[in-house]
């Protein structure tokens, strides 16, 4: 079926690196661009990144730009998440999502999500 | 960007409806058709339950519809029923073609 799996969670110190893998199965990986979206405890979601297709291009929300990279390998069909100087405040659940559907070629709806890898920041 | 801005809860009784709005601005729902609604029970991943304001994925429920005028998108459920309890998401692309999430809403089914 179609399935995306996160690994790689942990707990970390502060200013530290850590790197998220997203496994997908079931469906075409390298046609679909893939996002990372992120939940703290108790609180609502926040879009991470996003990564096009084929890897040309890729997005940020601003407080993970220049500290999160997002890669891909779709000979691998996997998704990558390579976080450093990491902060308190990063400390979430982190989702990868498939994106699809769309009205505009630059815009997806999250179809197909993860089951989660935790993530937490100590200082 | 701050946050899409949404009810932090709702609720209703069986078989009723409700409806939750999600408040955006000119910069985001206001200016484009690319909004979208999750459903995330507890201690689970989100679900997509509708997307480009007003479609449903293959699976979800037409008592499930979504709906935009301005920047306020709506969600709306009829029918309610006791597994409807969870929380909600609005999504919507933003001018700087990024997507912003609402701050969720809670539903009670009472």
């Known amino acids: 079926q179609v399935q995306l799996v996160e690994s790689g969670g942990a707990v970390v110190q502060s200013g530290r690196s850590l790197r998220l893998s997203c496994a997908a199965s079931?469906?075409?990986?390298?046609?679909?661009?893939i996002h990372w979206v992120r939940q703290a405890p108790g609180k609502g979601l926040e879009w991470v990144a996003h990564?096009?297709?084929?890897?040309?291009?890729?997005s940020y929300t601003d407080s993970v730009k220049g500290r999160f990279t997002i890669s891909r390998d779709n000979s691998r069909n996997t998704l990558y998440l390579e976080m450093t100087s990491l902060r308190a405040d990063d400390t979430a659940v982190y989702y990868c999502?498939?994106?699809?559907?769309?009205?505009?070629?630059?815009?997806?709806?999250?179809?197909?999500w993860g089951q989660g890898t935790m993530v937490t920041v100590t200082s | 960007q701050s946050a899409l801005t949404q009810p932090a809860s709702v609720s209703g009784s069986p078989g009723q409806s409700i409806t939750i709005s999600c408040t955006g601005t000119?910069?985001?729902?206001?200016?484009?058709?690319?909004v979208s609604w999750y459903q995330q029970h507890p201690g689970k991943a989100p679900k997509l339950m509708i997307y480009d304001v007003n479609n449903r994925p293959s699976g979800v429920s037409n008592r499930f519809s979504g709906s935009k005028s301005g920047n306020t998108a709506s969600l709306t459920i009829s029918g309610l029923q006791a597994e409807d309890e969870a929380d909600y998401y609005c999504s919507s692309y933003t001018t700087t073609r990024t997507p912003l999430f609402g701050g969720g809403t809670k539903l009670t089914v009472l």
């Open positions: 079931g469906f075409n990986f390298g046609g679909y661009g």
């Open positions: 990564i096009w297709y084929d890897g040309s291009d890729d």
């Open positions: 000119s910069s985001d729902i206001g200016v484009y058709d690319a």
């Open positions: 999502a498939r994106g699809n559907y769309g009205n505009y070629a630059w815009s997806d709806a999250f179809d197909v």
